[in-house]
């Protein structure tokens, strides 16, 4: 469930005036969105925001959603600054005294805890593989096991954590086994829901190596169901994306399967 939406817009940006949460295609200023090379391999460049759009069509996507965007944020230090009056006034509201001597310091860290929740949006794939990637004629089944993961739902802003299986059979290349922990974190650590993460990942790893077939499976416990709600505290969530031959070949799947039993 993605929330409710402004009418007419379906999660996508409105061309026209940037009011009421829409992005206007034209000059990048006050925070709007410029859209430069309107045509196939183009770039979108919206305010501090690229993204490229790539095989993976991904130009439906909201913008921080998608996997080809690279993220040119501001200055971390300018972005602290704002995001503690956000959070002063937030306290203010629940009827705290921010001038107390526990809550003298509570918004700046805060912000830069948040900044750090959502380090995700400043990296690339291109930057975590480092040139990590090497041909190695391996077309066996590689598994990385229980991947300690930590994310935001973007439902409530509350954490969900689990940890997150990562499958491929090569195709002439492999990736350096601390990447793919790398990929997992690039991922969790934005706003997300857990059934996108899964697919980011599993897309993620197509990109990077291009193997015969990806599956992820990501096992999380979600604070929101835990802390709120239904407060279920031993309620977990499976979810899984298969491609390629993990999809298309049953004994691939099984095999796969079998593995993580």
């Given at each position: 469930m993605n929330g409710d939406r402004p009418e007419g817009t379906n999660?996508?940006?409105?061309?026209?005036?940037?009011?009421?949460?829409?992005h206007k295609s034209g000059d990048a200023t006050n925070g709007r969105h410029k859209s430069v090379d309107g045509e196939d391999g183009e770039q979108e460049v919206m305010g501090p925001l690229v993204r490229r759009r790539s095989s993976l069509a991904h130009a439906k996507c909201m913008f921080h959603n998608d996997l080809e965007l690279d993220h040119r944020p501001t200055a971390k230090d300018?972005?602290?600054?704002?995001?503690?009056?956000?959070?002063?006034?937030?306290?203010?509201?629940?009827?705290e005294d921010v001038n107390r001597d526990g809550l003298l310091k509570t918004p700046e860290r805060a912000a830069k805890a948040l900044l750090y929740f959502t380090k995700g949006y400043d990296q690339t794939i291109q930057e975590v593989l480092n040139e990590a990637v090497f041909n190695e004629e391996h077309d066996e089944m590689v598994i990385v096991k229980e991947i300690e993961m930590f994310s935001m739902c973007e439902h409530h802003l509350v954490p969900f954590m689990g940890k997150v299986s990562v499958a491929y059979l090569p195709r002439g290349l492999v990736l350096g086994l601390s990447k793919v922990a790398r990929i997992v974190e690039i991922y969790s650590r934005r706003l997300q829901v857990q059934e996108r993460l899964t697919k980011q990942i599993a897309h993620a790893l197509i990109e990077a190596i291009n193997p015969s077939g990806v599956a992820v499976t990501i096992e999380a416990t979600h604070m929101c169901m835990v802390m709120r709600g239904v407060q279920k505290i031993n309620a977990k969530t499976v979810t899984s994306c298969m491609l390629g031959v993990f999809r298309d070949d049953p004994k691939t799947r099984e095999e796969y399967l079998a593995l993580m039993r």
């Open positions: 999660g996508r940006h409105k061309s026209g005036d940037a009011t009421n949460g829409h300018k972005l602290v600054g704002r995001m503690a009056d956000s959070y002063r006034d937030l306290l203010t509201s629940l009827g």
